[in-house]
């Protein structure tokens, strides 16, 4: 029996795979989530004995409140990472109203709606970890994308606040804000627009998803147990936070 149990949203790919790998041990069980039955059935193949994949729609509700029964049925979650996203880029004037609400409601409403009914246990248990996935775009700001920056740096503010309600009940609350991240998300920017955003990395190159997850796995375990309420940057260098 593990001694802890992880969900880890958006784990079919990039970064949330990355991190659903990091965390899935003997001590930890991990759920990772994707949005088809193709993922759930990846992520259960790759994590094999210490996780399973599990079906979420982060924007909807219903889908929530399934896969929280489904994952409360048998087990109490202490760690929650706030990994899955979305971009939908336009310039702000071209940005229709449903661009907007979907990167908001996917990206940052989503937070409420999760990290709700699994603090419970938490504040049950007296100890929890949640880590929220930022981006250096919430800091920076990013011409074409008003609804993800806003989303983003709604996330950090949201971080902070919860780490102030929750310390007192053993449960930390940070942010880990990745840069220019080798995934799929960022595969659609093309080789031109990579070449000249690397151009701007100190480190002189993209960032991998096991980059990102180390420092998740960080903040989820013991050693990160007085840090809370902060944004952690993984960007090469790309901004000082
Ligand atoms: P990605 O490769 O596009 O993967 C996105 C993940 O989120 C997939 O597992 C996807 O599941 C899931 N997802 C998408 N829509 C969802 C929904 N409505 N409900 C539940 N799950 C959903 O993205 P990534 O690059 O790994 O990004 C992961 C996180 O890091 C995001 O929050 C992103 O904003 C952030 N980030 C990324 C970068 C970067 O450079 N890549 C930089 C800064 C921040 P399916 O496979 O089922 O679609």
Known sequence: ???RVALVTGASRGIGAAIAARLASEETFVFGS???????????????KNGTGIELRIEEPDSVSAAFDRITEEHTVSILVNNAGITNDNLFLRMSDDDWADV????LVSLH????PFLRSMMR?????IINVGSVVGRMGNPGQANYAAAKA???GFTR???QELGSRGITVNCVAPGFIDTDM???LGEKVTEQLVTRIPLGRVGTPTEVAETVAFLAGEGSSYITGQTIAVNGGMLSY
């Open 1 to 3: 029996m593990a001694d």
């Open 34 to 48: 994707a949005t088809s039955s193709d993922g759930v059935a990846r992520i259960s193949d790759a994590l094999g």
């Open 161 to 163: 606040s919860l780490a």
């Open 154 to 156: 709604g996330i950090e």
């Open 125 to 129: 248990e007296r100890w929890g970890r």
């Open 104 to 107: 908001i409601n996917t990206n």
């Open 113 to 116: 709606r999760l990290c709700k």
């Open 186 to 188: 960022t595969a659609e």
